[in-house]
C-alpha cells in the first residue's frame, strides 16, 4: 500500500505559478514511477505529467510542456509539480498517482495503482 497526499494547490491569477507536492508514505517511494493528472469540471480526468522512478527521464502532456515541470526528491518521498505561466484552462483538481514499474510511466489512469485525494487548483482571469 502507497499513501499519497498532496498540498499546494489553491487560487492565482493567470500568468502566476503554483508548486503542487505529493507527499508518498507506505512502499518503497523509488519503486514508483510518479503522475500528475487533473480533472477539471464536467470533464475526464486527464494526464499531465510524469517520472521514472529514477527521475532521470519526465513526460508532459502537449498542453502543459514547457510550463510546468515535474521532479521528485526519493529522499523525501516527494514528487512536485511545478505550474508556471498559468492559464485559466488549467483550473482543475489535480492529482498524483503511482505505479510500480521501472520502464518509462504511462499517460493511461487504468496504468497507476495509488492515486491522492486531489487539490484544487483555480486560476482566475
Known amino acids: 500500500q502507497v499513501q499519497l497526499v498532496e498540498s499546494g494547490g489553491g487560487l492565482v491569477q493567470a500568468g502566476g505559478s503554483l508548486r503542487l507536492s505529493c507527499a508518498a508514505s507506505g512502499r518503497t517511494f523509488s519503486d514508483y514511477a510518479m503522475g500528475w493528472f487533473r480533472q477539471a469540471p464536467g470533464k475526464e480526468r486527464e494526464f499531465v505529467a510524469a517520472i521514472r522512478w529514477s527521475g532521470t527521464s519526465t513526460y508532459y502532456a502537449d498542453s502543459v510542456k514547457g510550463r510546468f515541470t515535474i521532479s521528485r526528491d526519493n529522499a523525501k518521498n516527494t514528487v512536485y509539480l511545478q505550474m508556471n505561466s498559468l492559464k485559466p484552462e488549467d483550473t482543475a483538481v489535480y492529482y498524483c498517482?503511482?505505479?510500480?514499474?521501472?520502464?518509462?510511466?504511462?499517460?493511461?489512469?487504468?496504468?497507476?495503482?495509488?492515486w491522492g485525494q486531489g487539490t484544487q487548483v483555480t486560476v482566475s482571469s
Open positions: 498517482a503511482a505505479d510500480r514499474t521501472k520502464f518509462p510511466p504511462s499517460r493511461i489512469l487504468g496504468a497507476y495503482d495509488y
